[in-house]
């Protein structure tokens, strides 16, 4: 390593005085004009991994559903994973770093980790359309050429494509064409595949409206469009020629608030989505006949996906291991539906896709998703290689493999993917004949409310129980208990700096009542600063 040469790059990116940086539950997330030395000191962190995994490594610069204003990186590891947890801490440790110890800090990680300095690096660069977004992505260029890597830039991507790409160029092709094309290509014409043998009344081609947070997703899916267009007509909203990107709308509006987005017209039975500002996220909704919003949100998607896929894998026939997951937010009714009714086996993990991803790779066929609609379906290898196998068979269960073969190429297995989550639903729709009424049908949502504090506590049991401060549990325990199909949790968000309050109920004013009356023991218990709560906020 160059030292001097080193120190007059990072001269270029000196780092504020006065600010803490955490590697959170998605990456660093913060008003963008504090990230420069980030971005820098991410560009040599993804050099770094990549010398030391031999693999090429991604940098997607997007902070998501959050504000414009803000920016955020995340790094990909070479299966198109979330950054290993010990390279998480490497990366705090870096981004807070002062100017002068960086080198030190850089031979830190070297050492620790067992890098290789004078090995090659690869680093796959992406970013979501923020005004901040370029700049902060040619930071993270210089840094990735401080320490010699070589570069490719996709320019404008969806998160989820640079997972793709990532896990592209590490697999030598086996997942697919590292270019977007590839990408499009394979999503496309594994759905073309799918809705081929869909029966649907008369010629009438399915139609999706989009709300695309005014992100990249807009972009994206109008790039994919003449390539699904045979199939499904995708109508875009909020595509970015206007409005603010996640401002009043994007899937994280939608869920958080239960109601539309502005700026997308609903026809009563017409089929919506919500996607987020870099499209890993997807909600589902449509209005009822009496004109009433219904959400379908991530359990809503995990419950349609997992049935199918179990349909499928008892025709096939092998004895496939199967696990839903999800996270305390999951709706009580999806958790049971899926247990009591479809006998799948659901286990809880903490919030945050590397913990769900993590635990759904311990099975053949793992479906995972958070209730705020970001996941996925991964199926083993095993699974793959035999499904695929058993696909060229002409039999009955040849036919329902080929459909599985298809569905696997459909799903993005690197993380959630808004635009493949899409396809996967609108292609299990098409081949059941199901409208959007009776996939809400399956099973009825308890009504249920969210709310934000600002409070210091911590968790345990999947983040379903407060430990500290003392009371605090108890005291929820006894709210709860006065409801009906009741619950309620606390946990400190891993992304903003809020304790998050969610409860269920068998109303929605109960719901909200009990989603208060929490909110109102979290700020006397833990500490609560500000004002205090009132009822029927909803952030
Ligand atoms: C991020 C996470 C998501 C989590 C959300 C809220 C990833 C890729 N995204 O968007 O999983 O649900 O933040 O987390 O991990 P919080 O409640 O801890 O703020
Ligand atoms: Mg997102």
Redesign the pocket.
């Known amino acids: 390593m160059d030292v001097d040469a080193l120190r007059k790059q990072a001269a270029l990116h000196a780092k504020p005085p006065g600010l803490a940086f955490h590697y959170?539950?998605?990456g660093f997330r913060m008003r963008a004009e504090h990230l420069d030395h980030v971005m820098f000191r991410m560009g040599l962190l993804a050099a770094l991994r990549s010398k030391q995994t031999g693999a090429a490594i991604g940098v997607m610069v997007t902070a998501?559903?959050n504000p414009e204003e803000d920016n955020g990186v995340?790094l990909v590891d070479p299966l198109g994973e979330?950054l290993a947890p010990a390279w998480e801490e490497h990366a705090t440790r870096l981004a807070n770093a002062e100017d002068p110890d960086l080198p030190r800090a850089l031979l830190r990680i070297v050492e620790e980790a067992a890098v290789e300095p004078a090995r090659d690096a690869v680093v796959l660069i992406g970013r979501d359309t923020r005004p901040s977004s370029e700049q902060l992505a040619q930071a993270a260029r210089e840094g990735v050429a401080a320490l010699g890597g070589r570069l490719h830039d996709y320019g404008l991507l969806t998160?989820p494509q640079l997972h793709y790409m990532v896990r592209c160029r590490n697999t030598d092709g086996r997942y697919g064409k590292p270019t977007l094309d590839g990408y499009y290509r394979k999503l496309s014409s594994a759905f073309a595949e799918l809705t081929k043998q869909a029966s649907r009344s008369g010629d009438e081609r399915a139609s999706v409206k989009v709300d695309c947070a005014n992100g990249i997703g807009a972009l994206k899916l109008r790039e994919m469009e003449p390539h699904v267009s045979p199939g499904l007509a995708v109508q875009l909203f909020n595509d970015g020629t206007k409005g603010k990107l996640n401002h009043l709308c994007g899937a994280d509006f939608v869920k958080t608030h239960q109601k539309p987005p502005h700026g997308l017209e609903m026809k009563p039975n017409e089929r919506c989505c919500s996607l987020d500002g870099d499209a890993?996220?997807i909600v589902y909704y449509y209005l009822d006949a009496a004109g009433a919003f219904r959400l379908l949100d991530g359990d809503k998607m995990a419950v349609l996906m997992s049935t199918f896929l179990q349909e499928l894998l008892a025709e096939v026939g092998e004895s496939f291991s199967v696990g839903v997951v999800q996270?305390a937010y999951a709706n009580g009714n999806s958790t049971r539906f899926l247990e009591e009714v479809m006998k799948v086996p659901v286990y809880c993990t903490k919030?945050?896709?590397?913990h769900l991803h993590h635990k759904a790779q311990e099975f053949d066929v793992g479906v995972y998703f958070?209730a705020?609609g970001?996941g996925t379906a991964l199926f083993s290898e095993a699974a793959e290689v035999k499904i695929k196998q058993l696909a060229e068979s002409e039999d009955r269960k040849g036919k329902a493999a080929k459909v599985l073969a298809n569905l696997i190429d459909l799903f993005n297995q690197t993380?959630?993917d808004a635009i493949s989550d899409m396809l996967v639903i609108e292609a299990i729709l098409a081949l059941k004949g199901l409208t959007v009424q009776q996939w809400d049908a399956l099973y009825a949502d308890l009504p249920n409310r969210q709310v934000a504090d600002r409070t210091v506590i911590s968790t345990t049991d999947a983040e379903r129980r407060a430990v500290t401060p003392p009371g605090l549990q108890e005291a929820i325990d006894s709210l709860v208990s006065g409801y009906r199909l009741s619950r309620a949790f606390v946990?400190?968000?891993?992304?903003?700096d809020v304790v998050?309050v969610y409860a269920e109920a068998d109303s929605q004013e109960s719901a909200d009542s009990l989603a208060h009356a929490v909110s109102l023991a979290v700020f006397e218990l833990a500490g609560g600063i500000g004002e205090r709560p009132q009822p029927g906020f909803t952030r």
């Open positions: 959170g539950t998605a998501s559903h995340k979330m998160t890993d996220r996270t919030t945050g896709v590397k958070e705020n970001h993380a959630g946990r400190p968000s891993g992304t903003e998050r």
